[in-house]
């Protein structure tokens, strides 16, 4: 019985080893199968892997390429965009350069030679010669006031700006004479003819009447010396005259000592403001320079 019992039991053991074995071989194929799986698709998705990364890296290659190709032609529009740019701009500057001497060649053109012409005992301006436009000089600035003083227009607001700095700065300045025509020219010449004789036939009547034809040229004088002149150099007037009236354009025309003319410290003649500085800087006067000089300055005359 004990026996049949052991038996039995035995048998079961048997089994039960049997069954536990299949399970483990199962389980163990189960997973060997898995493990296979799991490798094939590793594999699988590493060979994806490196087909992927080899089609990228040939894009990313590729798309360097490009990258660069467009960086060079992006440098090469900037080249040539800033060679474009320095064109326009040469251009530009050529075009005001062009600008500029059209300017003066319309001032040059529209300035009358004659107001910067250099008149001498040979050389003296045409009778029939009248200025273009005159204009009146306020009856307070002038020495006598009965009369009337006419003075080219252009030159006007140079002379009113000089005369009111002559009045800011207490300057007893008077005009005594501006525009003459010629015939008030030939009365003065015969009324020194009278005077003098022959010899003022020639140009002592007054040696600047061109000037004082033109309209631009203006004697001045004092409440002191008057009609005569007589004195005016040693005035604080004519002091003035020296130290300021290049600022406003005017120049003396036949200065004291000069080669040339009689010294006459009251005549002023409108030359512009750069002549004018210029010969005053100099130490120069007006017939010193050549016509050819003077005649750089025709262009900024009323500048
Ligand atoms: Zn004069």
Redesign the pocket.
Same mark, same amino acid.
């Given at each position: 019985m004990k026996s049949k019992i052991l038996n039995t039991l035995f048998h079961y053991k048997v089994n039960f080893i049997d069954s536990s074995q299949t399970l483990i071989v199962v389980a163990l194929i189960v997973f060997v199968a898995y493990q296979q799986i799991n490798i094939n698709n590793q594999q699988q998705f590493s060979k994806e892997i490196d087909s992927n990364l080899t089609n990228l890296t040939e894009r990313t290659d590729e798309l360097e390429e490009l990258i660069s190709l467009i960086q060079e032609q992006n440098m090469n529009i900037q080249e040539v965009m800033q060679s474009d740019r320095e064109i326009i701009e040469n251009l530009e500057r050529q075009f005001d350069r062009v600008n500029d001497n059209v300017d003066e060649l319309e001032k040059i053109t529209r300035t009358d030679p004659e107001l910067l012409r250099k008149y001498s005992k040979v050389y003296f301006l045409n009778e029939h010669y009248t200025p273009s436009d005159l204009e009146t000089i306020p009856r307070k600035y002038t020495y006598n006031p009965d009369r009337e003083y006419e003075i080219e227009e252009k030159v006007y607001p140079f002379l009113m700006d000089l005369l009111e700095e002559a009045e800011d700065d207490d300057i007893d300045l008077q005009i005594i #004479?501006a525009y003459r025509s010629f015939d008030e020219q030939e009365q003065l010449k015969g009324a020194y003819t009278v005077s003098y004789g022959v010899g003022a036939n020639q140009f002592s009547a =007054?040696q600047?009447?061109s @000037? /004082?034809q033109l309209g631009t040229?203006? =004697?001045f004088t004092n409440s002191e010396v008057g009609a005569t002149f007589s004195g005016f150099a040693q005035t604080e007037t004519y002091e003035w005259l020296q130290d300021n009236a290049h600022r406003f354009g005017f120049t003396l #025309?036949y200065p004291e000592n000069n080669q040339y003319y009689q010294f @006459?410290p009251? /005549?002023w003649r409108f030359v512009g403001k750069d002549l004018a500085d210029d010969l005053h800087d100099d130490n120069k006067n007006f017939y010193d320079l050549s016509q050819r000089e003077i005649n750089e300055y025709i262009a900024g005359l009323f500048d």
């Amino acid at each position: 019985m004990k026996s049949k019992i052991l038996n039995t039991l035995f048998h079961y053991k048997v089994n039960f080893i049997d069954s536990s074995q299949t399970l483990i071989v199962v389980a163990l194929i189960v997973f060997v199968a898995y493990q296979q799986i799991n490798i094939n698709n590793q594999q699988q998705f590493s060979k994806e892997i490196d087909s992927n990364l080899t089609n990228l890296t040939e894009r990313t290659d590729e798309l360097e390429e490009l990258i660069s190709l467009i960086q060079e032609q992006n440098m090469n529009i900037q080249e040539v965009m800033q060679s474009d740019r320095e064109i326009i701009e040469n251009l530009e500057r050529q075009f005001d350069r062009v600008n500029d001497n059209v300017d003066e060649l319309e001032k040059i053109t529209r300035t009358d030679p004659e107001l910067l012409r250099k008149y001498s005992k040979v050389y003296f301006l045409n009778e029939h010669y009248t200025p273009s436009d005159l204009e009146t000089i306020p009856r307070k600035y002038t020495y006598n006031p009965d009369r009337e003083y006419e003075i080219e227009e252009k030159v006007y607001p140079f002379l009113m700006d000089l005369l009111e700095e002559a009045e800011d700065d207490d300057i007893d300045l008077q005009i005594i #004479s501006a525009y003459r025509s010629f015939d008030e020219q030939e009365q003065l010449k015969g009324a020194y003819t009278v005077s003098y004789g022959v010899g003022a036939n020639q140009f002592s009547a =007054d040696q600047g009447y061109s @000037e /004082h034809q033109l309209g631009t040229t203006v =004697d001045f004088t004092n409440s002191e010396v008057g009609a005569t002149f007589s004195g005016f150099a040693q005035t604080e007037t004519y002091e003035w005259l020296q130290d300021n009236a290049h600022r406003f354009g005017f120049t003396l #025309s036949y200065p004291e000592n000069n080669q040339y003319y009689q010294f @006459e410290p009251w /005549h002023w003649r409108f030359v512009g403001k750069d002549l004018a500085d210029d010969l005053h800087d100099d130490n120069k006067n007006f017939y010193d320079l050549s016509q050819r000089e003077i005649n750089e300055y025709i262009a900024g005359l009323f500048d």
